[in-house]
């Protein structure tokens, strides 16, 4: 069975500052990959995916990950943060080319402050 | 377009009793899957379905839990004689298939509490 291991339950930042997020999956065979956020007092909402191709994937508000197949490993970055990124971050894989339920990691609460 | 939809939005209930919770997906997604979501954890998979049938459940589904999909459109999952433990929230999510490129998107969860 897989799992995903988020390495910072609780990560503080200032307005401005670089965001690195670690997320280490175990699984042998091709995965798909996911982050999710979810802001306060909202659901869980897609923030980028990777399924194949480019290793360096964007997604919506400035966000990208890039997948390291060789360290098992999917990091969620943003060069410049906001107030408004403060949300709780969630690491999600599942197998490749399955319809299986994902397998997400314990989420990080990332707080921006202004 | 409405996203993922579910009723009740917040549930009390004392222990022993039965809940029944409905999930409406994305009008055009044949895949429906439910999750339970704990304080300080990440949502852990319960069940999912294409189209009506039931195709994977994970160990977490005791026998308590039962989900359908009698029609491949909305679902509902019931919790039978309700433990404390099953406080949580139970999120459902849906997708529409295309090979390898399933991307689940979520409703805004139930929130249960037995008392």
């Known amino acids: 069975a897989q799992s995903v291991s988020q390495h910072n339950h609780h990560v503080i930042l200032s307005e401005a500052a670089s965001l690195e997020l670690g997320c280490n999956y175990s699984?042998?065979?091709?995965?798909?990959l996911f982050w999710y956020v979810q802001y306060p007092g909202q659901h869980l909402q897609l923030l980028l995916k990777?399924?194949?191709?480019?290793?360096l994937v964007k997604g919506i508000k400035g966000f990208e990950a890039e997948f390291i197949k060789s360290k098992f490993s999917f990091n969620l970055r943003k060069p410049s943060v906001q107030w408004s990124d403060t949300a709780e971050y969630f690491c999600a894989v599942n197998p490749g080319g399955g319809a299986d339920g994902l397998t997400f990691g314990k989420g990080t609460h990332l707080i921006i402050q202004p | 377009d409405t996203g993922v939809s579910q009723d009740p939005r917040h549930k009390i209930t004392k222990r022993g009793q039965n809940v029944t919770f409905r999930c409406d997906p994305i009008s055009e997604h044949n895949r429906l899957y439910w999750y339970r979501q704990t304080l300080g954890q990440g949502p852990e998979f319960l069940t999912y379905?294409?189209?009506?049938?039931?195709?994977?459940k994970s160990r977490l589904l005791s026998d308590r839990f039962s989900a359908e999909r009698p029609k491949g459109s909305f679902s509902t999952l019931e919790i039978q004689r309700t433990e404390q433990g099953d406080s949580a929230m139970y999120l459902c999510a849906s997708s529409s298939f295309r090979a390898a490129t399933d991307t689940q998107y979520f409703g805004p969860g139930t929130r249960l509490t037995v008392l």
């Open positions: 990777y399924f194949s191709g480019d290793p």
């Open positions: 379905f294409q189209n009506e049938a039931q195709l994977e």
């Open positions: 699984y042998g065979g091709t995965v798909n």
